[in-house]
């Protein structure tokens, strides 16, 4: 989509400015412009994800039997369809500046989301209360600040709030000995894996790099490769998981 002309563009009524000033600011509006244009590919990786997360999320409940399982289990399928659905309405639509600025927010917003989302079934299915309690609180605490602070500071600076998903997606790090010996090792290589291929799409969203082909297939939609990998992977895992304890 061509994204929405931004405000350092469309506030250049003032002629008053003289005309080397006006030269500048017409080569730094121009400058953004390029910037601004999207890849052909943008949204399209998370719009086909999204009916498969539908799908593999029913299938993903049918694999358990409690409630607590249930609980759990819907709450990751949950978290990841608001995830890749509100990515691709934002990124394939054209909107106004307001509805753009709210669409902005949910989806950064979404990111804190399916991580605690996906240490919801994890915690609560491999761990004793008495530790799954501690890290369930403290991730979905975390994930609630994080959406505060994207809600009312959507401008941050990309090297101020990429390490903060790094960093609470690592949080579970203390209680990997725990997921293996309740999940297995299976279970724990999938959970390091998908944590690492998350880790990689967040490094290379940070830095912008590679930026494969700026026209069709960027750095973004390498960044959406990854997630998307991440989340198959973390979603056999949970599924053995569910299999197992649910």
């Given at each position: 989509m061509t994204a929405p002309v931004p405000d350092a563009i469309t506030n250049t009524q003032d002629t008053s400015r003289d005309s080397t000033s006006g030269s500048d600011s017409a080569s730094s509006s121009d400058s953004s412009v390029l910037?601004?244009?999207?890849?052909?590919?943008?949204?399209?990786?998370?719009?086909?994800?999204?009916?498969?997360?539908?799908?593999?999320?029913?299938?993903?409940?049918?694999?358990?039997?409690?409630t607590r399982a249930r609980i759990a289990c819907g709450i990751y399928v949950l978290t990841a369809s608001l995830l890749f659905g509100v990515s691709a309405i934002y990124?394939?639509?054209?909107?106004?500046?307001?509805?753009?600025?709210?669409?902005?927010?949910?989806?950064?917003?979404?990111?804190?989301?399916?991580?605690?989302?996906?240490?919801?079934?994890?915690?609560?299915?491999?761990?004793?209360?008495?530790?799954?309690?501690?890290?369930?609180?403290?991730?979905?605490?975390?994930?609630?600040?994080?959406?505060?602070?994207?809600?009312?500071?959507?401008g941050a600076p990309r090297?101020?709030?990429?390490?903060?998903?790094?960093?609470?997606?690592?949080?579970?790090?203390f209680f990997l000995p725990d997921f293996l010996r309740a999940g297995g090792i299976a279970v724990l290589v999938l959970v390091i894996v998908g944590g690492l291929l998350y880790s990689a799409g967040g490094v290379i969203y940070g830095i912008k790099r590679p930026n494969p082909s700026p026209r069709f297939f960027g750095f973004h939609e390498v960044?959406?490769?990854?997630?998307?990998?991440?989340?198959?992977?973390?979603?056999?895992?949970?599924?053995?998981?569910?299999?197992?304890h649910g």
């Open positions: 910037e601004e244009v999207k890849p052909k590919m943008r949204g399209w990786l998370h719009a086909g994800m999204f009916p498969a997360v539908l799908v593999s999320g029913i299938a993903l409940l049918a694999l358990t039997d409690s990124h394939r639509g054209t909107w106004s500046p307001r509805a753009d600025g709210v669409l902005r927010r949910l989806d950064h917003a979404n990111i804190f989301l399916i991580i605690a989302g996906t240490y919801t079934p994890l915690t609560m299915l491999l761990l004793p209360d008495s530790k799954g309690q501690w890290l369930l609180w403290g991730v979905w605490g975390a994930a609630v600040a994080g959406i505060l602070f994207r809600v009312f500071w959507v090297w101020l709030y990429t390490p903060c998903y790094i960093a609470m997606g690592w949080a579970a790090v960044f959406h490769s990854l997630t998307l990998a991440a989340f198959a992977v973390h979603y056999v895992g949970i599924s053995l998981v569910a299999y197992q």
